[in-house]
C-alpha cells in the first residue's frame, strides 16, 4: 500500500487544474505589536528578523486561522491568529492569546510552537517544545486553548524523560501530531505527539503520558531522490511525522498510520496497542514505497480521503481510503493539479476543516494549505520583496470530483491491515 502516494506517477490519473481559493499571501510575516516602539527594539534586540520568521503550520477554527512559527531561530510570538490589519508584508499577526505568552522569561508561557491541531469541539491543541533554536530552555507542555474565549482548558507539562530520547538526551522536539475526541463534551482524549529529532512517539490519554520509541521505524531513511529535493538536511533531524488515525472506513479496526518525514517508508499500528503503556505492538509496513516527491504534510478527511502536499511540486495527491491502493499498480491514487496558488514551493502545511455539526461526507469538508518559498528544512532568509508565503483552501468534493479519489464504487469495510498491503515488519 502506498498512501504517501509518490512514488507512482507513471500510473497517477492527473486531473485537470483545480483551482483553490487564496485567501492570505506574505511578503513576510509580522506581527500587531503593542506600540510604536516595541517593534524597532525588538529588531535591535535580535528578536524581530522578518527575513528569518518563517511560518510552519495553520488551523482554521471558526472564524479564526491560526499560524506557527516555531523558534528554530528568535522570533517574537510563536503562535499567532490572522488579524484584520495589514501591512507591508501582508495581513498582521496577532500573538495569542496575547504579548504576555510570549514575551515571559520565566517559562510561564508559549517558547515554540511547530504544528497545530483541533477536536470535534473546535479547541486548538498545541504542543510547546520549549526550545529555541538547539537549546531546551523550557519544559515542553501540551495547551489545550478555547478559541472563542481565550480560555486555557487545559496545561500539562511533559517530563523531560518523554520529551527526549531515552538514550541520547540531547535530541528531542516535540510537535502534535493527531487528536482523537470521544463524548458529548470530548471528555475522552487521545493525543499523539511527534519527536522527530528523537525518534519517538509521546502517547496521551487525558490522565497519563508515556513514550513509544523505535530507532528503525521512527527514523529518516533518505533515498537518492528526496536528497535531490532537500539538498544541505541535517536528515536525522526529521525522524517520525505525518502521524494519522485511521477513520474506520480504512480496515476493521482502527490504525494509526505514520512515515519519517524524509522517509518512503510507511508504517501502520493498531491505536488499541499504542493506547496500552509498555504495550507489545505489531508493526505493519508497506510493500509500496514512494520514489520522487518528499511529502512534506498530510491530512486524513472523516470521510476518508488522503491529502498529501509536497516539496518543489505545486500540486497535491490524493487517495480514497475506502479502495485498495494497488489494484492495479497504484490506480487507486491520483494528483490533483492544483493552480490557485503560483506561489508555493512547499506545501508546508496542510488541515481539514469539517462541515457543520462534525459531517463526514467529502462534500462538506473543506481542505486548507499553507505554502512557502522557504524550506521548512534549513533557514534561510527569504526575499522580503516577493511573495514568500500563502494560506489558500478547496472544498474536498470539488477537488476530487472526477478523480480516482472520488467514491464511485464503494469497497467492502470488512478489510484488515493486510488487504490493504501492509505487512507485518519486525524493525
Known sequence: MNLILTGILAFAAWTSAVELDTVYTWKYLDYVWPNDSSKEDAISAGQYNASTTIPADLQPIGDYVFVSIPRKANNPASLVKVSNETGDGGPLLEPYPSWDWHTSDDC???????????????????????????EQVCDAQIIVFDPETDEVLLREEIPSTLAHHSTNTSRGRLEIQAVKTEGDSCENVTVLIGDPEGYGVVVYNGDNMWRVENDVI?????????????????????????????????????????????????????????MVEDGDLTWYKSNYTSGTNVVVSRVMTKSGVLIDGHAYWPNCSCWNDRYPTSVPEGQNVTWTNITGNPYET?????????????????????????????????????????VNFAISYGNVGYLIDGTVCDLLDPQSYNRTIEDTYMFEFDG
Open 108 to 134: 510561564s508561557g508559549i517558547t515554540s510552537v511547530s504544528r497545530l491541531a483541533t477536536d470535534d469541539c473546535d479547541r486548538l491543541w498545541i504542543v510547546d517544545s520549549g526550545k529555541i533554536g538547539t
Open 218 to 274: 521512527f527514523s529518516p531513511n533518505l533515498t537518492q531522490a528526496t536528497a535531490s529535493q532537500v539538498p544541505q538536511v541535517e536528515t536525522d533531524n526529521y525522524g517520525v511525522s505525518n502521524i494519522d488515525i485511521m477513520p474506520p472506513s480504512f480496515v476493521e479496526e482502527i490504525y494509526v498510520t505514520l512515515n519519517p518525514l524524509l522517509s518512503n517508508d510507511y508504517f501502520a499500528v493498531r491505536l488499541s496497542e499504542l
Open 346 to 386: 512547499y506545501t508546508i502545511g496542510t488541515k481539514i476543516r469539517e462541515g457543520p455539526d462534525g459531517e463526514t461526507d467529502f462534500s462538506d469538508e473543506e481542505y486548507w494549505q499553507l505554502t512557502s518559498l522557504q524550506t521548512i528544512f534549513n533557514l534561510r532568509s527569504v526575499d522580503v520583496d516577493v
